[in-house]
C-alpha cells in the first residue's frame, strides 16, 4: 500500500516582543522577546507540508491516488491531524507532531513506503487502560487501540512476534499482522508466503518465494504482476491485448477527465475510484467530498471515509471510557 513520502521544516513558534517600556521615558527596559507556545494547527501544517513532501518524493503517484493533488495532500493531512489533536485523553504535544515534521525528511524511502516510521513519528501513548473504550490509539496507554464497532474498540496491548492481531496496529512496531499473527516482514533473499510476507516496499516472487525489489517499467510481469514499481508509477499492462505483458507507465487522472486506455497509457483515477465506462473509453468521477454520498466507486478524500453511504469524520468523541 502507498502509504508514506524535501524540506526541513522547523518546529519554532511565533515571536512575540512584550513592550515593558517605563513610563517616564525613552530609556527604560528593552523589549523583551518571548517565543510563544507551538499551537497544534501550527505543529499538524509543519508535521502535514512533510509527510506530503516525502509521498512526493518517494512514491509520486501516492499524492494523486490518495489526496488528489499536493495542495489537498496538505490541507487534509493538516485537518486529521488536529482533529486526532482534540481527541480526550491523549499526551501528543504540539511539540511532539513537530518533532515528526522534522524527522520526516530524513527517514528513508524504503522505510516510509513499508510503514517503518521514524520513532518521532509513532503513537505516543494516552492515558486510558487495557480494556478502556476508545476511539484512537492516541488515547491508549498501549498505544493501540482495537476497533470492535464502527470507529470505536478497546485499548489492548500491542502483541510481540506471533502474538495475535486483526491489523498491523496491532503488533509492535516493526511487526505486520499476516493471517492474525504479527510476524517479521521479510528483507530482499528472504523467503516469503502469505503467513511470511515481505516488507511493503518489496515483492514476494511468485516464482522463487522470496523477497524482491520492485521493477520499473520494460520489466516482464506476465507471470508476476506484483513486480511492477506502482510507488514510481509503474504497472502490469492491464490491456487485454498484451500478451507476455511488461511493467508500462501508468498516469493518474482527476474527476471528469478520461481514464483506462488513454493515448496507449493506462490511466486510473484519483483516490482508486473507478473508471465509469463510455463509449470509446472512460472518466472518472469526482471525489466525493465532506457531507457527500460516496459508493464503492466513488470514495472520499482522507481523513473522511465513508460511514452508511456518506463521507464523514470519525466520532471519536462517541467511543465512551
Not at 501513548?125 to 498505544?143: F, I, K, V
Not at 478497546?154 to 498491523?168: E, H, L, R, Y
Amino acid at each position: 500500500m502507498v502509504l508514506l513520502l524535501a524540506s526541513t521544516l522547523a518546529a519554532c513558534g511565533s515571536v512575540s516582543p512584550a513592550n515593558n517600556t517605563g513610563a517616564g521615558g525613552s530609556g527604560g527596559n528593552d523589549a523583551a522577546t518571548e517565543m510563544a507556545p507551538l499551537t497544534a494547527d501550527q505543529a499538524c501544517a509543519e508535521m502535514a507540508q512533510a509527510l506530503c513532501n516525502r509521498f512526493n518524493d518517494c512514491a509520486p503517484p501516492a499524492v494523486p491516488l490518495l489526496f488528489v493533488d499536493m495542495a489537498t495532500c496538505v490541507s487534509r493531512a493538516t485537518l486529521g491531524c488536529t482533529k486526532d489533536q482534540e481527541d480526550a485523553d491523549i499526551t501528543r504535544t504540539p511539540d511532539d507532531i513537530a518533532a515528526c515534521a522534522s524527522a520526516l525528511p530524513a527517514a528513508s524511502c524504503d522505510d516510509l513506503i513499508a510503514r517503518m516510521l521514524p520513532a518521532a513519528c509513532q503513537t505516543k501513548p494516552g492515558t486510558r487502560l487495557n480494556g478502556e473504550g476508545c476511539g484512537a490509539s492516541l488515547q491508549c496507554m498501549s498505544a493501540h487501540c482495537e476497533v470492535t464497532d464502527g470507529n470505536c474498540g478497546t485499548c489492548a496491548p500491542q502483541s510481540a512476534a506471533n502474538g495475535n492481531c486483526t491489523s498491523d496496529d496491532g503488533c509492535v512496531p516493526g511487526l505486520v499482522c499476516a493471517n492474525k499473527k504479527c510476524v517479521t516482514p521479510g528483507t530482499v533473499g528472504m523467503a516469503c508466503s502469505d503467513n511470511n510476507p515481505c516488507r511493503g516496499n518489496l515483492n514476494c516472487s511468485k516464482t522463487a518465494n522470496t523477497c524482491e525489489t520492485l521493477q520499473p517499467a520494460g520489466t516482464a510481469c506476465g507471470t508476476d504482476p506484483g513486480i511492477c514499481d506502482l510507488f514510481h508509477g509503474a504497472t502490469c499492462d492491464p490491456r487485454p491485448t498484451a500478451i507476455n505483458p511488461n511493467c508500462v507507465a501508468f498516469n493518474v487522472a482527476t474527476g471528469g477527465n478520461a481514464c483506462g486506455n488513454v493515448s496507449g497509457t493506462p490511466t486510473v483515477c484519483v483516490l482508486g475510484n473507478m473508471c465509469a465506462s463510455q463509449v470509446g473509453g472512460g472518466v472518472c468521477p469526482n471525489p466525493a467530498m465532506d457531507g457527500e454520498a460516496c459508493t464503492a466507486a466513488v470514495h472520499c478524500i482522507p481523513p473522511a471515509s465513508c460511514v452508511n453511504g456518506l463521507c464523514r469524520f470519525p466520532s471519536v468523541a462517541a467511543c465512551t471510557k
